[in-house]
């Protein structure tokens, strides 16, 4: 089983839907969430951090579930500019604090 | 622009030529890390530097590549007798320490090995 895993998609969605990605991770011991986009050919940015109490960004909410291990994005009222890769990155605790990276969830928002 | 910069953007080399890619992160971020990236895939982790020290080389980096960050600011990646194989988008990513799951990344360098 992979540490990170991602339905890879491609997610189509017509404009104004709402579509939701999860993102599960097998190591108990992970202590920070992400998720970042990246657009076709573009480097990734970060989307937005992931806390425990579940956190929102205007059409964005994140959730962590630690009980069965795994993160959410949801987006509302989705728009064309969406269209990206959803990747999401998952920290281990410990004095490296390393970043274990998903493959990505594609999503396509058509007109 | 502050931001982190990578040089150069693109390099089309012949296979069995040697890389260097060049990698200057903010400024006041100790962290620096270097990914690769094909085309329908996650970023695949190759090495990290927190200031000059490397702390973690992915065990997928062939001893043909090295990277080196001398001072704690710069850093370069090196491949040594590229194989086709090596033809990737190299992103270069940098971060404080304390904001660990924060990374900022470089537009990344193309390598095209013929």
């Known amino acids: 089983r992979k540490e990170v895993e991602q339905d890879p998609g491609p997610f189509n969605v017509p404009e104004g839907a709402t579509v939701a990605f999860n993102c599960t991770y097998s190591?108990?011991?992970?202590?920070?969430f992400f998720w970042y986009r990246q657009d076709c050919r573009k480097e990734p940015k970060l989307l937005m951090s992931?806390?425990?109490?579940?956190n929102e960004d205007g059409r964005f909410t994140a959730q962590l579930n630690r009980a069965s291990q795994y993160i959410s994005l949801l987006i509302r009222d989705s728009k064309l500019s969406d269209s990206a890769t959803y990747l999401c990155v998952v920290i281990y605790a410990g004095n490296n604090r390393k970043l274990i990276w998903g493959l990505g969830t594609s999503l396509a928002v058509n007109p | 622009d502050t931001g982190v910069s990578q040089n150069p953007r693109h390099k089309i080399t012949k296979r069995g030529q040697n890389v260097t890619f060049r990698c200057d992160p903010i400024?006041?971020?100790?962290?620096l890390y270097w990914y690769r990236q094909t085309l329908g895939q996650g970023p695949e982790f190759l090495t990290y530097f927190q200031n000059e020290a490397q702390l973690e080389k992915s065990r997928l980096l062939s001893d043909r590549f090295s990277a080196e960050r001398p001072k704690g600011s710069f850093s370069t990646l090196e491949i040594q007798r590229t194989e086709q194989g090596d033809s990737a988008m190299y992103l270069c990513a940098s971060s404080l320490d304390w904001l660990a799951g924060e990374l900022f990344f470089g537009e990344g360098s193309r390598l095209t090995v013929l």
């Open positions: 992931v806390y425990s109490s579940g």
């Open positions: 190591n108990s011991a992970s202590q920070s």
């Open positions: 400024s006041e971020h100790n962290r």
